[in-house]
């Protein structure tokens, strides 16, 4: 990975992510489908039945039947909604919020009187957020067109931060972990769901950026280098927790890898201090 730039590694996640954007046509093709030139795995890991999917990673009948159509793109490593404990009230970022899954679940808990924050860089994903909102009538979101290592949200606005399966795209985490201790305020909590390793990455999967990195698995950290990132960033009770249950659905992104060997999901959970 040493041969790429900071840049190049954001370009290439964001074509991955437009490309998800709009793979689904009025016609119902994808950029899945057989006659598709981009018809690989950086474009096509998502299962068509996302339902499914989300349902292995920890979301309930009902929270997939609460979003919009269109809403629910397969996409992440676990729910987030399951550690936040958000309350009424409540001002929630999502960092990385494609389709706006995440973000409309939380607006439900946080009700009329609470404010969901969505950060995309992936213009496309934003255009369907919105959408999807204005379908949905979420009035109390708002989806936002920025990188989540230059977030576009003042400091100390947001009580938690939630992400799934994002944050290990970044190539600069620590930016992305300081951006977070900014804008949460005093008191505020990280709750996300990402993909953490194991063991050491061979190189084959190291520098397979077109399908590996903007895929969620060479991208990833380690607990101890995370705790690091973490605790540099200014954050207290800092909890890292595999999810040994995760290599279930993991093995199946690319079937033949082992990819169960090197990364499993994890729940990060972590404090900004008052």
Known sequence: MTNLTNDQIRQNVRSRYKQIA??????????????????????CDTPADFNAISQK????????????????????????????????????????????????????????????????????MISRARENAAKGHFTNTDFRL????????ADQTVNVIISNCVINLSPDKQQ???EAYR???????????DIVTTAELPPEIKDDLDQLYSGCISGASSISALESMLEQSGFTDISIKPKDESKAFIQDWIPGANLEHYIVSAVIQATKSI
């Open 146 to 153: 920025g990188e989540i290592e230059h977030l576009p949200v």
């Open 183 to 193: 804008v949460l305020k005093p008191g505020g909590r990280l709750a996300i769901s």
């Open 176 to 178: 992305v972990f300081h």
């Open 57 to 124: 990673l920890g979301y309930s009948s009902d929270e997939l039947t609460a979003v919009p159509e269109g809403a629910n793109l397969g996409l992440g490593c676990g729910n987030p909604q399951a550690i936040a404990e958000l309350q009424a009230g409540e001002t929630v970022l999502d960092l990385g919020s494609g389709g706006g899954f995440d973000c409309f679940l939380a607006s439900r808990q946080v009700g009329e009187t609470g404010h969901v924050i969505g950060v995309d860089m992936t213009p496309e």
């Open 22 to 43: 709009v793979r689904t046509n009025e016609s119902g093709s994808s950029c899945c489908s057989p006659e598709h030139p981009k018809n690989s795995a950086s474009c």
